[in-house]
Structure formats: C-alpha cells, structure tokens
Nanobody, 125 residues
C-alpha cells in the first residue's frame, strides 16, 4: 500500500508560478512510476505529466509542455510539479498518482494503482 499526499496548491495570478509536491509513504517509492493529473469542474480527469521510477525519463501533455516540469527525489520519497507561466485554464484540482505497471501508457488514469486526495490550483486572470 502507498499513501500519497499533495501540497503546494493555492491561488496565483496568470503568469505566476507554483510548485506542487507529492509525498509518498508505504512501499518503496522508487519502485513506482509517478504521474500528475488534473480535473477541472465538469471535466474529465486530464493527464499532465509522468516520470519514470528512476527519474531519467519524463513526458507531459501538450497543453503544459514548456511550462510545467515534473521531477522526483527518491531519497525524500517526493515528486514535484513546477508550474510556470500559469494560465486561467490551468485551474483545477491536481492529483498525483503511483503506478507499478511498465513505463508506457501512463497518460491513462487506468494505469495507476494509487492516488492522492488532490490539491486545488486556481489561476486568476
């Protein structure tokens, strides 16, 4: 079992930055690929970014490429999402997730085994 807790959300003006954290406890964090998703009101959960267990490979969704960066520190059992140049359309609840499955297809929520409770990010115009 893995417990995931997100933090770092909040209210920010358009063009600003936030850094989200996802702290993991339980089974070995470094065994898991990790991902970030977001869900805006009335919309489906949307893939944001994923990172391999080793941290040496990442990929992200087109809407956030060049603005968001996913990273992890296995010594601290923590994953991060650095969000720059934020836009009002980035407003959503952001979730982190952990996957024991092979490192592909991680843009699908079905590939993940554990989820955090989410943290709200609100970007004002």
């Amino acid at each position: 079992q893995v417990q995931l807790v997100e933090s770092g959300g909040g209210l920010v003006q358009a063009g600003g930055s936030l850094r989200l954290s996802c702290a993991a406890s339980g089974r070995t964090f470094s065994s898991y690929a990790m991902g970030w998703f977001r869900q805006a009101p009335g919309k489906e959960r949307e893939f944001v970014a994923a990172i391999r267990w080793s941290g040496d490979s990442t990929y992200s969704a087109d809407p956030v490429k060049g603005r968001f960066t996913v990273s992890r520190d296995n010594a601290k059992n923590t994953m991060y999402l650095q969000m720059n140049s934020l836009k009002p359309e980035d407003t959503a609840v952001y979730y982190c997730a952990a996957s024991m499955k092979p490192y592909y297809g991680l843009d699908s929520p079905r590939r993940y085994d554990y989820w955090g409770q989410g943290t709200q990010v609100t970007v004002s115009s």
